[in-house]
């Protein structure tokens, strides 16, 4: 069955690695997790999830700083 991003068997880490691995920068992705208790979608809760797993850049230097 389906869980919610991080609460399955795969984990947070799997995910965690996936978003920020650079060879998935611009594949798109299918996100198939169940409904909240309430039968309302959980797509919003699921995408905050791994855009929260995601790391920040560091900001572009100029060459000499």
């Given at each position: 069955?389906?869980?919610?991003?991080?609460?399955?068997?795969?984990?947070?880490?799997?995910?965690?690695?996936?978003?920020?691995?650079?060879?998935?920068?611009?594949?798109?992705?299918?996100?198939?997790?169940?409904?909240?208790?309430?039968?309302?979608?959980?797509?919003?809760?699921?995408?905050?999830?791994?855009?929260?797993?995601?790391r920040r850049r560091a900001p572009a230097?100029?060459?000499?700083?």
């Amino acid at each position: 069955r389906h869980t919610h991003i991080g609460e399955g068997t795969l984990g947070r880490a799997a995910f965690r690695r996936l978003v920020n691995d650079p060879r998935f920068a611009t594949v798109p992705a299918v996100v198939e997790t169940p409904a909240e208790p309430d039968g309302s979608l959980s797509f919003g809760r699921n995408v905050r999830t791994l855009k929260a797993m995601r790391r920040r850049r560091a900001p572009a230097r100029r060459v000499g700083e």
